[in-house]
């Protein structure tokens, strides 16, 4: 075994406080690509003038919304994904009592896939969806279903995905509940 993987398996065997911390490279090996390597979404070529950092912020959403949901759908998406064995082993850890929490930056959900219980979705899901007028909650399904840009069945209000849009701000509850997890993991790990 490599000295570096036993090092690893060390500190995991000795630690019961752990809180995993990651972003696009761990959901990659399932398929999704990642943001800014040479083969991900921000390097791909559209065929379009407007870059993908811009598809993706809140002015494009609201001002090309049809647009938006045609980007969103094809790029973002993937319903048959599936989580590999990166998200399956924190599930795992934290069913034995060593993750006490997933803090991540993926959209996509494959943690709690996975099984993991405690995450905190820094940019949200596009599992999640809602109304902008009555904050009904919809599905992927919704979204993936419509033609063109998806409205809600109750009110006829527009359904946005609960992701975080460039230029949107973070969700505090969630930052909130990621720092105490982070700050919980320093505290006991020194005690």
């Known amino acids: 075994m490599d000295d570096k993987i036993k090092e690893l398996k060390k500190i995991i065997d000795e630690s019961n406080n752990i809180v995993f911390f990651g972003g696009a490279g761990v959901s990659t090996e399932s398929g999704i690509p990642d943001f800014r390597s040479a083969n991900g979404i921000y390097n791909m070529n559209l065929g379009r003038t407007v870059s993908p950092e811009e598809m993706i912020s809140h002015s494009f959403y609201m001002r090309h919304t049809e647009d938006f949901y045609e980007f969103y759908k094809d790029k973002l998406i993937y319903e048959n994904a599936q989580p590999n064995n990166c998200h399956k082993a924190l599930a795992e850890l934290e069913r034995q009592g060593k993750v006490k929490a997933v803090v991540t930056q993926n959209i996509d959900g494959l943690h709690q896939k996975a099984g993991s219980k405690v995450v905190w979705e820094l940019h949200g899901s596009t599992l999640r969806n809602y109304c902008e007028r009555c904050h009904a ?55």
Do not use: M
């Open 137 to 191: 909650f919809y599905g992927v399904e919704k979204v993936l279903e419509s033609k063109g840009v998806p409205y809600c069945d109750k009110c006829g209000g527009r359904i946005k995905p609960d992701v975080v849009l460039y230029e949107e701000g973070l969700d505090s509850d969630v930052i909130d509940g990621a720092v105490r997890a982070i700050r919980s993991s320093f505290t006991r790990q020194r005690d």
